[in-house]
Structure formats: structure tokens, C-alpha cells
């Protein structure tokens, strides 16, 4: 089994203000010296220069030009930031099961504009607790959306000052739902809050702790058989009665802007990843269809149950796939041109009106390249070294999903896998093409003509 190796970070970008009072991007290039790492940024009217020890743990030196507002420890403090979000960003991908390549695109990728302000349609409605819970018990209110069911509050003091809060008449914060075409609510923003009201009021917890209310300490919400261990009637209506205020996202709103919205609203202790706030635009046949895929034993086989369900990042591999299916197979665009979270949003919302004839093909096709890859590459599919390599995953799987199993038979596999490894042991714009801005169009271009060429390759063909 290969080992992995974490990679170096070999670019970084800040943001500094210029003397107009305009907010610039400097892509920061890595230079090595000796010991030390020069990070450097030159162009017209603007130079920056960062020296770092080789760990790039510490700053040995800055110089910039006058036309850079910040002051050094400014400039400091915001290098040292980019270095820690970038290391993060590495833990998070090894923690999903990929390997730590850098998904950024470059500054020749398509530019999406900003959304028409007007296009933003949100109401504010209130609802008494009575209502709200009425509404969960329907289902109406979605309480356990895939991507928060282990966000939950287990703190029995924390759910019980929540509900002292209602019983002393403390306004809580605001919810914000987004609505179907159907009318049912998906909660974007306070389904905790709401899911310890609802079990309080399902009698699944007493109150405990409690800073005011003493008296309430040890009680249930409302028990028929055991009147004195329920709240007074009193504090029962004063609870039932409490108006919730609640952001409704209209289901008009163009996608890009709920999209948009989820990501500025999300409050939670753990913020939404971009595959969470896509699974809150999904309907639930969208959602079921991408569960059922990232859960198959197809994709469990060819990734070696390596990718996290967590936080989606399985659902966003299989995705990613379906993107570039559509794009290949049905035309939905001309072509990739950056802009891959864009792409994804868009897909999503492609799914959710698919007909059922081009989800069965997206999923045999799905399957196929899973096992096909399995076969050719086994226990080392989609990997340079021991993890998942997202943009491998992708090239592979495109190319894949085309070839009948009875067609591969006839191909030398062991020769194809001997000459992958080449590609990404001594083929430098392949290698980079999978490390760095990974999401970049050439570069997604790149892979996908190099695997083409692989499984093209005559030699690779059994006479």
C-alpha cells in the first residue's frame, strides 16, 4: 500500500487595500532559499515580499510597496491567517478521505455575477409554539435534515434555560425556513432550538437546572397520568402560546440566491459545508438519489469505504460525477469553464426536476465506472498515494462510466494501472493538474484527456 505523504502549501493569497481604498488579492508565489521560504507577489504598481522559516511557522521579514495601505503586523496577521485557513483546509480533506490537493481555480475561470438584490424574497411569519409543533407532528417541518442530525443539544441544563426562556417570556432568536412548491418547510437556521421544544413538549426530558423558575425544576412538559410532575396549566398555555418569528424563503427564489442566503444565515455551532447547504436546496428525491448512490456498494467497493458521510463529502464525490455526466452526455452546457461549486448548485437543481428515465442512466453508468474502476486499478483506484484524489476520482470515473465491462476484459489492465502510475510519477502538468487548483477548467481538461489517452493507448489493448 502506498504511503501518504502531506504535501507543502505552495501558494498562498491575501487581501490588502490599496491607497484608493480598493480591497486586492495577491496570489503569493513560493519560492525556496536555503532554509527559508520567499513568498512574493509582483505586478504593476504593487510588490510584497514575505520571508518564513521553512516550516512556515514563523515571519522573519516583510517588505511591501508604498502603494499597500496595511502596516506590516497587519500584513503579518493576515499571512499568518491565510497559512492557518490553509492548513485547516488540508485537516478537513484528510479528515472526509482525500488527499490534501488544492481545489482553487485559476484567475482564468469563469466569473459568476453577483444576483439581481430584487430576485430575494423572504417574508417574516409567526407561528405559536402550539402551531410550530403541530406542524412538526405533520411532518410539515422538516426536524431532521441529513446534515444536522448529530448536531443535536445533549446539554439537559442548556435545553432546559430554553425553555425556561419561554416560560418567562424571553424572546428567542429568529428561525429561518425555506419552503417547497408543496408547502412543506426545510429548517436552514434553528433546528436545534426547535428540536428541544418539540421533545420537551413530547415529555422526553424534565426541566433541570433552571436559573429562576425553581419550582419547575424536576418537571415534565405535560403528563395525563402524572399531574404533579407536569408544568402548571399556567406555564403549559404560556408555552403553546409564545410566538415563534420565522424568515420564510419563498420557493420562487431563484436557487443561487437560497443558496446564497443558507450560507450568509447559518448560525450553528458547526457552520455548513457547501455539500450541506446543496442538500437543504435538494427535494427529497434529489437527496434519496445521491444517498442511495455515495451508499452503494459499488462506490463503497472502488473507495475502500474510505470517504466520510459526516459531512457529505461522499454525496458531493458522487456529484461531482453527475455535474460532468450531464454536461458530457445531455449538454446542459457547452462546457466546463470554472466555477465548480456554481456547477454543483446548478446540478442540484437539475436533479431535482430529472426525469426518472435519466436518473436510471446516470445511475447505471454511476455503478459501471465504480466497478470498472475497482477492476482496473483495485484497491488503488482513484488515488496517487492513499487517499482519494478528487480531480482522479473525477477524470477516471468520466471515462469510466463508457466503457462495458465485457469491453475492458479485452484491455491489459495491469498495463493501464503501470500506466497511470507513470502519468503521475513522471508526467509534472498531470501531477500539478491533480495537486494544485484542481477545480480549474484546463486542469479538469487535463486529467480527463490524460485518462482518455491511457485507456486509448493501443499498447494497452490485448491481441
Known amino acids: 500500500m502506498m504511503e501518504y505523504e502531506k504535501s507543502e502549501i505552495e501558494k498562498l493569497t491575501i487581501c490588502l487595500t490599496d491607497t484608493d481604498n480598493v480591497i486586492n488579492t495577491f496570489p503569493l508565489e513560493r519560492q525556496k532559499q536555503g532554509e527559508r521560504i520567499i513568498?512574493?507577489?509582483?505586478?504593476?504598481?504593487?510588490?510584497?515580499?514575505?520571508?518564513?522559516?521553512?516550516?512556515?511557522?514563523?515571519?522573519?521579514?516583510?517588505?511591501?510597496?508604498?502603494?499597500?495601505?496595511?502596516?506590516?503586523?497587519e500584513i503579518r496577521h493576515h499571512f499568518l491567517d491565510a497559512v492557518f485557513e490553509t492548513k485547516m483546509n488540508q485537516l478537513i480533506n484528510i479528515?472526509?478521505?482525500?488527499?490534501?490537493?488544492?481545489?482553487?481555480?485559476?484567475?482564468?475561470?469563469?466569473?459568476?455575477?453577483?444576483?439581481?438584490?430584487?430576485?430575494?424574497?423572504?417574508?417574516?411569519?409567526?407561528?405559536?409554539?402550539?402551531?410550530?409543533?403541530?406542524l412538526i407532528e405533520r411532518g410539515d417541518v422538516d426536524l431532521s435534515p441529513d446534515f444536522q442530525r448529530g448536531f443535536v443539544w445533549n446539554d439537559i441544563t442548556?435545553?432546559?434555560?430554553?425553555?425556561?426562556s419561554l416560560l418567562l417570556r424571553i424572546p428567542i432568536p429568529v428561525f429561518y425556513f425555506a419552503q417547497d412548491e408543496e408547502g412543506m418547510f426545510q429548517v436552514v437556521d434553528g433546528v436545534q432550538r426547535l428540536t428541544v421544544i418539540h421533545s420537551f413538549m413530547k415529555n422526553e426530558f424534565r426541566l433541570k437546572n433552571l436559573e429562576y423558575l425553581s419550582e419547575c425544576n424536576g418537571k415534565y412538559f405535560k403528563l395525563l397520568d402524572a399531574k404533579p410532575d407536569s408544568l402548571e396549566d399556567m406555564y403549559v398555555r404560556r408555552i403553546e402560546q409564545t410566538q415563534l418569528f420565522v424568515n420564510v424563503i419563498d420557493p420562487q427564489t431563484p436557487g443561487k440566491v437560497?443558496?446564497?442566503?443558507?450560507?450568509?444565515?447559518?448560525?450553528?455551532?458547526?457552520?455548513?459545508?457547501?455539500?450541506?447547504?446543496?442538500?437543504?436546496?435538494?427535494?427529497?428525491?434529489?437527496?434519496?438519489?445521491?444517498?442511495?448512490?455515495?451508499?452503494?456498494?459499488?462506490?463503497?467497493?472502488?473507495?475502500?469505504?474510505?470517504i466520510s458521510a459526516a459531512r457529505m463529502a461522499d454525496d458531493e464525490l458522487v456529484l461531482r460525477f453527475i455535474a460532468f455526466y450531464l454536461i458530457d452526455h445531455k449538454k446542459v452546457t457547452a462546457e466546463y469553464k470554472g466555477g465548480m461549486d456554481e456547477l454543483l448548485n446548478d446540478t442540484v437543481e437539475r436533479l431535482n426536476i430529472l426525469e426518472l428515465a435519466t436518473l436510471k442512466e446516470i445511475r447505471q453508468h454511476f455503478f459501471q465506472a465504480m466497478d470498472n474502476a475497482f477492476y482496473l486499478f483495485g484497491p488503488n483506484a482513484f488515488r496517487k498515494a492513499n487517499y482519494v484524489n478528487k480531480a482522479l476520482f473525477l477524470g477516471v470515473s468520466r471515462v469510466l462510466c463508457d466503457i462495458?465491462?465485457?469491453?475492458?476484459?479485452?484491455?491489459d489492465k495491469d498495463r493501464i494501472a503501470g500506466q497511470m502510475q507513470i502519468e503521475i510519477n513522471e508526467n509534472e502538468k498531470f501531477r500539478n493538474a491533480l495537486s494544485m487548483a484542481t477545480n480549474d477548467a484546463k486542469n479538469v481538461k487535463l486529467v480527463y484527456d490524460t485518462v482518455k489517452k491511457i485507456m486509448g493507448n493501443k499498447e494497452c489493448i490485448e491481441n
Open 404 to 411: 462495458m465491462p465485457q469491453q475492458l476484459r479485452e484491455m
Open 158 to 164: 442548556r435545553k432546559s434555560r430554553l425553555i425556561e
Open 258 to 306: 437560497k443558496y446564497d442566503i443558507f450560507k450568509r444565515i447559518n448560525t450553528g455551532g458547526k457552520a455548513l459545508n457547501s455539500q450541506e447547504i446543496r442538500n437543504c436546496l435538494a427535494n427529497a428525491r434529489t437527496r434519496n438519489f445521491l444517498h442511495e448512490l455515495s451508499g452503494s456498494e459499488n462506490f463503497l467497493h472502488a473507495t475502500r469505504k474510505s
Open 95 to 134: 479528515e472526509d478521505g482525500f488527499d490534501d490537493a488544492d481545489e482553487e481555480e485559476g484567475e482564468d475561470g469563469v466569473k459568476y455575477n453577483p444576483y439581481n438584490p430584487k430576485l430575494i424574497r423572504v417574508d417574516t411569519k409567526m407561528f405559536s409554539i402550539r402551531q410550530m409543533d403541530d
Open 39 to 73: 513568498w512574493k507577489f509582483e505586478d504593476e504598481g504593487f510588490s510584497i515580499e514575505i520571508i518564513t522559516d521553512e516550516a512556515i511557522r514563523a515571519v522573519e521579514k516583510i517588505a511591501k510597496s508604498d502603494t499597500i495601505v496595511e502596516s506590516i503586523d
